[in-house]
């Protein structure tokens, strides 16, 4: 059993599709209801859906007959919709994640969906919806009005890597992360002043972030890998947070995490917002 919990917007997005469904809870039910939630990258997909979607509520959907419940939803839902949903959660696991996101359900509705759902949303821009919504984005972050937010009780120690903990760090990234960000881990190696920060549980490391360390540009955030974990006990904050902090205190007034994941973590945690991509909104 996948242990996961649902992002805000998923929550709404359930809400919706059990509000506009006409039985029980079908696929389509879900893409339309993401569009619904308007924000963050589901207020793109809105956008590049405006036009169409009043008919595409109001037209009758076909729907099974067969339903089964679900614990997520309060409404029982399609087998078609089961199996998009364990899609979702096995996209969520691919990424080593623990919230389900907006991402991995329409890259899951996408990957399976029928070709009476495709002729239904026919006149939709996919291609431009699966970028606004399925692949990582770019997020900014103003500093200028940012305030270090507070941790009581935590027991993770967040502390500057120094020139010695190379080794331990560049393990600790290879044995849990992968090969991908071990180059951008060394370029913060070998800055005088290191921009990575590493989270201790007692001698344990068990995470760390970083910035200027991507490709060697500046202000790029990122990037930044907590055990799973610990992924529930706020160490990941506490790392952003100190990184965030460190830069304000350069005098740096905007900073770009790059190809963010958890969007909406990032959105409530420090004020982020989602760079717009222009290519979605340009005319054909």
């Known amino acids: 059993m996948v242990t996961y919990f649902l992002t805000n917007k998923v929550k709404s997005l359930i809400s919706n599709a059990e509000s506009i469904c006409e039985g029980p809870v079908e696929p389509v039910d879900l893409f339309l209801g993401a ?3 308007r924000k963050g990258t589901l207020l793109e997909m809105y956008l590049l859906m405006e036009e169409e979607i009043h008919d595409l509520l109001v037209l009758k959907r076909a729907k099974e007959e067969v339903s089964v419940p679900h614990k997520d939803f309060s409404r029982s839902i399609s087998r078609r919709t089961e199996q998009v949903w364990n899609r979702a959660l096995e996209i969520m696991h691919n990424y080593n994640q623990l919230y389900l996101n907006e991402g991995h359900i329409i890259k899951a509705f996408y990957q399976s969906w029928s070709e009476e759902e495709q002729q239904f949303l026919k006149a939709l821009p996919h291609e431009k919806i699966k970028a606004a919504v ?4 770019d997020l900014l972050v103003s500093l200028n009005t940012y305030t270090k937010k507070v941790f009581s009780g935590q027991q993770a120690v967040i502390k500057r890597a120094e020139k010695e903990d190379e080794p331990a760090v560049m393990k600790f990234v290879e ?6 960000w071990t180059e951008s881990i060394l370029n913060g190696f070998r800055q005088k002043e290191i921009p990575v920060f590493l989270a201790w549980e007692g001698s344990k490391l068990i995470g760390f972030s970083s ?3 991507y490709r060697s540009q500046k202000g790029i955030y990122g990037p930044m890998g907590v055990l799973k974990t610990e992924r529930n006990n706020r160490v990941g904050s506490q790392l952003l947070h100190q990184a965030l902090q460190d830069m304000k205190e350069k005098n740096y007034a905007y900073i770009v ?3 963010a994941g958890p969007i909406e973590y990032y959105e409530k945690e420090c004020g982020a917002v989602i760079i717009p991509l222009k290519s979605i909104f340009n005319e054909d």
């Not at 399925?134 to 984005?137: P, S």
């Not at 044995?175 to 991908?180: A, P, R, T």
């Open 35 to 37: 569009a619904l939630v």
């Open 257 to 259: 995490l790059g190809e």
């Open 175 to 180: 044995e849990n992360f992968g090969g991908s």
């Open 134 to 137: 399925t692949t990582a984005r």
């Open 211 to 213: 910035y200027d360390v």
